[in-house]
């Protein structure tokens, strides 16, 4: 490499902390997993500045001499993409309202949190994090690469444009009815979001109307912009739902919007399988261990993936982290699979269909040259009991290695693994958590 | 194995008692993992009226006419889960079916499982579907001293008869779990330790005034102290939830103190005091692996099970108590974790089989699969830690009990 193109590198270093890789690395041996193509023994997967460069059998990858040259063993998978989750301790909207669509979530992430770390030893490198499922509109949701960093700006995924990646965080059901100003019934629920939709609707025209006329401009409302960035498709409702009827309002209600949407948990989902094929709606769907614990989960099944691979709906597994723990990431899949889901949805699960659900799947879940350089190395068989994370990367550098002491200790737990580490778990049962998050 | 000589006193008594054989069940594996010796391959189970009559090899047992045979990969014992809230616990966990804590009264020993458990509980239903025949199950860890737990099979009909003891122990909790709500007490660590030990005193001079007592002069009945009585005379353990390595330390000392046979639940920190736990010779049921490692469990590891294990302390699985989803967890999957993370499979096997049955002191009925034990099987079509095989079937008491995939 030229040294003025080092030397470029290093000016990058130090204004990024996402910094690029200047040396290309070669990981050779292992049995590569592209998910865009079939999986290649022995293969080559070549990245440089944080992005794929080549992906191959051993013999078809030419590896440049400047290149350090690490020989794995084990599956090397694109990094795997969590459609839903907690981590960081971060919070949403308060108690005042039951839709609050200008909080942001990344506002309020700690990217110390152990609970970061250990999605990194799960294996996760591209996670979304949610506010949670108390109110029909919790916030702004947040989509994140786990690289190392120091603030919350370290994480963030920034498109073209420098917009911050994420979402929006909707649920309906029991977890956003109580006392007003919440609503108390799911017809009420229902019109609440549409009177605040419909609000938007008006104030997108006002925009519209206004053609750029900074004199003709509304008022700037950080309610009504994040909803419109919802109504123009750029950001994608991620809707927490259980019961089937709900899904089936969440359906409608995209439908009368044209919002985007993802559902969530979709736990009766096998119920009206067809409906959501039929809606083109992506399912991100929880794995939990038995049905109940809760009157929308009671008909909670392992099947409900399979179900819904097999009526042509898009699945992916979500941990929502302090639900399910990131590390056992793989473990989610591995037992719908055992509930009848394919093992290559499961794998596309684990990556690009997950990926697609937050609109980056021309950057991560899959390797592919220009793809980013994120990697999973695990030391077998997905979905086999004994298989563990051996190394995560995101962008070409390593944030993950079992073999670290102290990357161990996140991964298996023990004393100091969970040190500051603020669990979400929806529920009061846990210390420090407000119940019904 | 002296499995042909069984199964002819088998015949002859179904030939004597002129028993329908088309009701009788014989069980052939791949792999049978009896627990009471090597595992066998391609061997068969074959059971009478609810009994092991023979195992061995399928080419030396042989299956009458008439048995209804069913077959699987591998076939081990019913599972045992040492420590369950399944069944007093409920999956829609409202009032209707929430039954693992009153929370009037910190100490309320004499609450019983028996009186609480619902078999027909969906929960108890997964959890056989998964394997599991047998639970210890009972009050939750929510209450300085919640109730009593018992071991009963996890058959829809347990109650008119499958109980195999209806006091097991006595559950204690030394945790946050155990502090009480809205200012009662005990609102903190030491509180709960005073407590206690004034409640065992209690019972203590209880059963001093009972031993003075005569017909014209009784004492005066009082199922709470009669209860933690029998935990003071050994005749029922006393399990002690405690996950930090302070609360460990102290359920040690009040097990000095008073003399009972102690139990401990949880140990999540127990790796710190491993020597103290095995110079008292105490028993652990392990938390849950899968627990979230928050709160008192903040310190918990994948590896608690192997590294108590290996420092020679008897450990045990369980599926324990959870207040939300999964509102419970499955002993076999706890158990799988525990045995990729060091554990073993086959120890664990042996955990969730031989060794709690033991533990619960009902080794002669259940736990291994040889002639004259309960009839209690599970069928799995692959390794049964394995995440992504299934239960195929499972017996209780000779009974198919279920033929869910699971």
Redesign the interface.
Known sequence: MPLSNRLAGVCLLLVSSGAAQERPIAFLGARVVPIAAPAIEDGTVLVHRGKVVAVGPRAGVAVPAEAERREVKGVLLPGFVDTHSHIGGGSGGDASAPIQPDVRIWDTIDVRDPGLQKAQAGGITTVNVMPGSGHLLSGQTVYLKLRDGNAIEDLLIRGPDGAIAGGIKMANGTNSQRAAPFPNTRGKSAALVRTEFVKAQEYRAKVQRAGGDPEKLPPRDLRMEALAMALDGKWIVHHHTHRADDVLTVLRLAQEFGFRVVLHHVSEGWKVAEEIARAKAPCSVIA????????E??HLRPETAGVLERAGVSVAIHSDD??T?SR?FL?SH??A??GGFSRAAALESLTVAGARMLDLQDRVGTLEPGKDADLVLLSGDP????TVVLETWVEGRKVFDRADPKDRLHA????????G?V?H???????GEEAHR | MSAPRHLGIGVALGVLCGAPLAAQVAVRGELVHTMAGPALRDAVVLVRDGKIVAVGPAAEVRIPEGYEVLTAKVVTPGLIDARATAGLAGWLNQDHDKDEVDPAEAVQPELRAIDAYNPREPLVAWLREHGVTTLHTGHAPLALVSGQTFVVKTSEDALAGAVLKPAAMVACTLAGSARGEGGKSPGTRAKMIAMLRAALLDAREHMAKQAKATADKPVERSLRKETLGAVLKGEVPLLIHAQRQEDILAALRLQEEFGFRLVLDGAAEGYLVADRLLAAKVPVVVHATMLRHTGDARNASFETAAKLRDRGIPVHFQSGYEGYVPRTRVVLFEAALAAAHGFGREQALRALTLDAATLLGVQDRIGSLAPGKDADLALYDGDPFEYTSHCTGVLIDGKVVSRTVR
């Open positions: 939990i261990d038995s049905p109940g614990g809760k009157l989960a009671i302090g639900i723990d056992l473990r591995a037992m699979v055992r979905f086999a009991l004994d298996v737990g023990g004393l100091g693994a969970s040190d580490q669990m778990t929806h529920c009061g049962c846990c210390d």
